[in-house]
């Protein structure tokens, strides 16, 4: 628990990098499931707890994913993007993440 008793510790808003808003994620929230991007380091139960703590909200289940990076070419030479880690948390019945609002 921190000090201020609000349960929210610092290590929360370094496990959670951001939303992804694509169309595929769109089509999740329909579903109560909201996409974001981790850290490649954060476990399930981790995500669990800082979601439940950051937003207010009850998570029914996690699934991850990591999405390899792309080689590309970056000003005629070959580059990679990074790996990114993704966490589709469902939300038990009744609650909401608004994602286009900051924390």
Do not use: Q
Not at 5 to 33: F, M, Q, S, W
Not at 37 to 45: I, L, Q, Y
């Amino acid at each position: 628990m921190s000090k201020t008793g609000t349960g929210i510790r610092p290590e929360h808003y370094d496990l959670i990098r951001k939303p992804i808003i694509t169309e595929k994620a769109t089509a999740a929230g329909e579903v109560n499931t909201v996409v974001l991007e981790v850290a490649m380091d954060a476990t399930k139960p981790a995500i669990r707890e800082a979601v439940e703590a950051l937003f207010g909200v009850k998570v029914k289940s996690v699934n991850t994913t990591i999405t390899k990076g792309k080689r590309k070419r970056f000003r005629g030479h070959m580059g990679e993007r990074k790996d990114v880690k993704k966490a589709y948390v469902s939300l038990s019945e009744g609650s909401t993440i608004d994602v286009t609002t900051g924390l």
